[in-house]
């Protein structure tokens, strides 16, 4: 039987459009931000990193924290869009203060960065995500539509990434260089996702729980206390309290396997687009070739990902498409060291558009996965808790990153790397090249066992098969 369908092909276009705006912030901060304080305002690598780390940790706890706040929201708009719409906010003005520390004592210019990094990050940036995220589930409930918005938004997250990487640098210098120059992009991107994010909210409507009671084949939500079988019953005013949201995550095997498949990809993720920018400049010698990478990164993933929702259809499942593609990006890991190795240009271009071409489908499926991890605990547990499971996105965005950046810090300033100098010492380059080379390799490893384990699919089916059938007879 063909699932209902919700969505036209304009609301999915806006959808994804949000990510346009969440890359303006992301894309800057997480590529640029240790740029600009340690070759900009001159601060000290290893301390910001700290800072960073610091910093990700408030904002880990933060994310269930709004996650359940969305789930007890009630309004015209729904239960996401208020909070999408007015964490926007907050984030683009953070986003201008962040690369606007003022000429103050180094100790204050710390401190000014880490208050307003970490609003960024654990206050409005975690709403407008975890808000972005849980909404794919809120607006269809079709699963191949969730696939297609997963594929569409990341689309666009490349594709503001790929923007970001060739023109900042540029744009730096247009507008005076320096810290004037940073404080002008900052704010053009700011203003640009503000816009961008109110469109997209704007553009789309959530569906009610009740329209999809027979798709998911149970009733419509309620919460309350667990029964001895570890459901979950009671009351009838679909409210969940945070404790519960707990217990129902733990209880969920996949929640725990997205979560740490999120929190790889991107630790993983802010090592290299943070390392990136260092790479280029001082061990290739050539900062222009950041744009010329960012394209062999981003442009396969954005042909694949127009692809994955055909390849899932073809192959039967996400977890069958994810499997194969890990096997790929392992073997173009191991090309991509072996051509930096010899600074074969040629060599580790093809390594990373395959590799990336490769990584593309996991990127555009994790939402849709998340999506049916949250299925599996509304199919087990009977109750919704789609803004505290989507957190998962959030936290592995923010916090994965976070540290991704921390690391990159910590390591500068293990390899003897300063900011000030004009000449970096053998040292410093090795570290820099082991950060951008090596290090993602070991990554690949354990987000392919990760990949292995996250059968959510499978037991979403099987859960039908038995208790549907069951039903029916």
Aim: hydrophobic share 50%; with cysteine; glycine share 10%.
């Amino acid at each position: 039987m063909n699932e209902k369908k919700y969505l036209k092909w304009y609301q999915k276009v806006a959808y994804g459009s949000g990510d346009l705006a969440s890359n303006c912030g992301y894309a800057l901060i997480s590529s640029f931000v240790m740029l600009y304080l340690t070759n900009a305002v001159g601060l000290n690598s290893a301390v910001i990193g700290t800072l960073m780390m610091a910093s990700k940790l408030l904002d880990g706890v933060s994310d269930i924290f709004f996650g359940g706040l969305m789930d007890k929201t009630k309004s015209r708009m729904g239960q996401a869009r208020p909070w999408m719409l007015f964490g926007q906010i907050g984030v683009s003005a953070c986003l201008f203060l962040v690369f606007c520390i003022p000429n103050v004592s180094e100790t204050m210019q710390y401190a000014y960065f880490f208050v307003f990094y970490t609003a960024f990050n654990a206050i409005f940036y975690t709403a407008n995500s975890i808000a972005y995220a849980a909404l794919a589930a809120k607006i269809t409930k079709n699963g191949q539509e969730r696939v297609q918005l997963g594929s569409i938004r990341f689309i666009f997250a490349t594709f503001t990434t790929l923007v970001v990487s060739y023109n900042v640098m540029t744009l730096v210098e247009i507008f005076g260089g320096g810290a004037k120059g940073w404080r002008t992009v900052a704010l053009i991107f700011a203003l640009i996702a503000l816009a961008v994010n109110t469109f997209c909210v704007l553009m789309v409507k959530e569906v009610p729980d009740e329209d999809v009671s027979v798709e998911t084949g149970g009733e419509t939500g309620t919460s309350g206390e667990m029964d001895k079988s570890g459901n979950t019953e009671g009351a009838a005013d679909g409210k969940v309290s945070f404790g519960m949201s707990l217990k129902l995550l733990l209880k969920n095997p996949y929640y725990i396997i997205i979560l740490g498949l999120y929190l790889v990809n991107y630790i993983y993720s802010g090592i290299t687009q943070g390392s990136a920018i260092y790479f280029m400049t001082y061990y290739m010698g050539d900062p222009a070739l950041l744009g010329t990478f960012s394209l062999f990164q981003l442009v396969p993933v954005m042909i694949i990902l127009t692809l994955t929702p055909m390849l899932v259809k073809k192959m039967g499942s996400m977890w069958k498409v994810n499997l194969y593609a890990r096997v790929i990006t392992l073997l173009m890991g191991c090309v991509f060291i072996f051509g930096a190795v010899n600074k074969n240009l040629p060599v580790m271009l093809f390594a990373t558009f395959f590799r990336n071409m490769a990584g593309g489908p996991l990127t555009g499926s994790l939402n849709a996965l998340v999506a049916e991890t949250s299925d599996y605990t509304w199919r087990t547990q009977k109750v919704r808790i789609d803004g505290v499971m989507f957190s998962c996105s959030s936290i592995g965005v923010k916090l994965g990153g976070g540290i991704g950046s921390a690391v990159v810090g910590w390591l500068l300033a293990a390899g003897g790397f300063d900011g000030q100098a004009a000449v970096q010492s053998a040292s410093a380059v090795n570290m820099i090249f082991f950060m951008y080379a090596v290090l993602p390799l070991a990554f690949g490893v354990v987000m392919a066992i990760l990949v292995y384990l996250m059968k959510v699919e499978k037991a979403n089916k099987e859960w039908d098969a038995k208790h549907l059938k069951g039903e029916a007879a």
